[in-house]
């Protein structure tokens, strides 16, 4: 998908090339058609930038937001388990956190985003970038895990509200590890985080896997929605 630019009338979209982190990174970029909104950072899921993401960032786009979703394999998609587990192995989060910060430093210098924060959305392992780079970087007030979390980051410098997104049977991240993020969130930054359950497993808002679950999905993505309207300005 990464590559060539694209544009529309109905949703203005292109591929981008930006600086980030002493190298030259790539993404997806999605305006309203309005031409201009408040910004969000999109953040893959251990699959890459694949179509998926590319539909979520319209979609977000449809909602009245710029939005860029960094691309953090360099153009590599993986189609299998063993294979995306791989490539979210040669990605430390130290470096990836490092390319976020390029693409929050990218997203705001754009004439088409009218807020001067971000907010960020990522699912799986975008959902623990989310938290990692939302803890390190103020420029981000609204953060958004879907089944993503970060129980090894200090909290201290946090300013961004949380609303995150889990299943009640997502086995990589069970329930009883929510409470004591919640509590480490807020016993570090003074955010308390509205962390949901839905019943549901891993990976529920993605609607080319048989684990979507299409009226969870909807429910977070109308709780998504709201949330950043009410955090990102």
């Known amino acids: 998908m990464i590559g060539s630019e694209m544009t529309d009338s109905a949703n203005p979209r292109q591929n981008v090339t930006f600086d980030s982190a002493g190298t030259q ?35 977000l786009a449809s909602e009245g937001f710029v939005v860029l979703a960094p691309d953090l394999y360099g153009g590599r998609v993986a189609h299998e388990a063993q294979n995306a587990m791989e490539l979210m192995r040669e990605l ?36 623990g970038f989310v938290l990692r780079l939302a803890a390190r970087d103020q420029r981000i007030t609204a953060a958004v895990p879907f089944y993503g979390a970060a129980p090894d980051v200090d909290y201290t ?25 919640r509590e480490k969130i807020a016993a570090q930054s003074g955010v308390e985080a509205d962390l949901r359950v839905y019943p549901a497993g891993h990976a529920f808002y993605n609607s080319t896997r048989p684990s979507y679950h299409a009226e969870s999905a909807e429910k977070a993505w109308a709780a998504t929605v709201e949330f950043l309207r009410a955090h990102v300005s």
């Open 92 to 127: 430390p989060a130290e470096r990836g956190v490092e390319l976020l910060a390029g693409a929050v430093d990218y997203l705001l210098g754009r004439s088409e985003v009218t807020s001067s924060s971000l907010g960020a959305v990522g699912f799986c392992m975008g959902g």
């Open 25 to 59: 990174a790539h993404g997806y970029l999605a305006a309203p058609t309005s031409g201009d909104g408040p910004g969000v950072i999109l953040i893959q899921e251990w699959w890459g930038l694949d179509d998926h993401m590319v539909d979520v960032a319209d979609r």
């Open 157 to 181: 410098g946090l300013v961004a509200e949380i609303l995150g997104h889990f299943g009640a049977d997502d086995a990589s991240i069970p329930v009883s590890t929510l409470d004591p993020l």
